[in-house]
C-alpha cells in the first residue's frame, strides 16, 4: 500500500519554492564570490545581470511565501502545529538517528513530521524570512548602518541556510541507506511506501496504488 504523505497543492508549492530558492542560491553565491563584474551564463542567457536577475526571482520567493498565508491558512496552522509539537520520546528518536540512517531502523515517533524533521522545519523557515527579510532591505537601502546590519545578515543567513538545505536534499533525495525512496513523497504523485520510515500516521491520507 501507498500514502500520500502530502497534498498535491503542497507538492506545487514545495517544487516552486526550492526551484525559486535553488536560482536564489546559485546567483546569490555568484555575487558573493565577487563575480558580479562577469555574467553568469544564465545571465548571458537572458541578457540580465546577476544582481537584477536574483532580486527578480527574490520578488517571486516572497510572493510564493506570501500566498499559502493569505490561500491555505490552514495549511499553514497544520505545519505549525506539528512542527512545534514535542512528545516524550523525541530525544530517544533523536539520539538513535545517526545509526538509523544507515540501518533504516528509526525510532517510533508521533505526528506527521519526525523530530528532525521538526528541527529542520525551524530552521528552514526561519533563515527563509531572515533571507527575504534582509533582501527586501537591500532593494530598499543602499549605504548606512542599516546597510551594513543588512548586508551582514543576508550573508550570514546565506551560509547557514547552504549548510541547512545541503543537509536536507542529501536526506530526502533518499541516497541514504535508511531514507531510501522518501523523495517520492513530494514528487511524481507524492505516493510513497508504508513500509519505509515514512510511517502511516493520522492525518496521512491513503492513495491507492497505481
Ligand atoms: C534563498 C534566498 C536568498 C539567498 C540564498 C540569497 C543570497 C544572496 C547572496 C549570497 C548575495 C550576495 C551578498 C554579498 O555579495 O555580500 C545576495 C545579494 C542580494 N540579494 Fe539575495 N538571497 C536570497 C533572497 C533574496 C530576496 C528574497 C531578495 C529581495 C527580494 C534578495 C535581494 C538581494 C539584493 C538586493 C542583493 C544585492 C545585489 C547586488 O549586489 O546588487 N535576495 N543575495
Ligand atoms: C531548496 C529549497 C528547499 C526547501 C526550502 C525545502 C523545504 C522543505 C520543507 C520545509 C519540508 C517539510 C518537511 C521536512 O523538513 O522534511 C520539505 C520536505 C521535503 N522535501 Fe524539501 N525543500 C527544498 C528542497 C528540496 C529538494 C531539492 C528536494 C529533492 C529531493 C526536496 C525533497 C523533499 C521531500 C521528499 C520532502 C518530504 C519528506 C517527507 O516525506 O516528509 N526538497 N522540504
Known amino acids: ?10 507538492r506545487r508549492l514545495h517544487t516552486a519554492v526550492y526551484l ?14 565577487g563575480r558580479e563584474g562577469e555574467p553568469s551564463p544564465v545571465a548571458r542567457l537572458l541578457g540580465l545581470p546577476d544582481a537584477a536577475l536574483h532580486v527578480w526571482v527574490g520578488w517571486g520567493l516572497a510572493i510564493a511565501a506570501l500566498l499559502p498565508l493569505v ?9 505549525m502545529r506539528e512542527t512545534l509539537r514535542r512528545d516524550p520520546g523525541d530525544l530517544g528518536w533523536l539520539l538513535r538517528w545517526p545509526l538509523a540512517i544507515v540501518t533504516g531502523r528509526f525510532a517510533r515517533h508521533e505526528g506527521h513530521f519526525d523530530p528532525g524533521q521538526r528541527i529542520a522545519n525551524v530552521a528552514i523557515v526561519g533563515l527563509l524570512v531572515a533571507l527575504i527579510a534582509s533582501g527586501i532591505g537591500l532593494v530598499l ?11 551582514a545578515v543576508h550573508r550570514l543567513a546565506t551560509f ?6 545541503a543537509g536536507h536534499i542529501l536526506v530526502a533525495a533518499g541516497i541514504l541507506p535508511g531514507y531510501r525512496g522518501a523523495w517520492r513523497s513530494m514528487h511524481l504523485g507524492g505516493r510513497v511506501r508504508i513500509d519505509q520510515r515514512l510511517k502511516r500516521r493520522p492525518g496521512d491520507r491513503e492513495a491507492s496504488s497505481r
Open 20 to 33: 525559486l530558492t535553488l536560482f536564489l542560491l546559485a546567483t546569490g553565491w555568484w555575487l558573493l564570490v
Open 1 to 10: 500500500m501507498k500514502l500520500e504523505r502530502y497534498s498535491r497543492s503542497a
Open 160 to 165: 547557514a541556510f547552504t549548510v541547512v538545505i
Open 71 to 79: 490561500l491555505a491558512r490552514r495549511g499553514v496552522a497544520a505545519f
Open 141 to 151: 537601502v543602499h549605504f548606512g548602518p542599516v546597510f551594513v546590519v543588512l548586508a
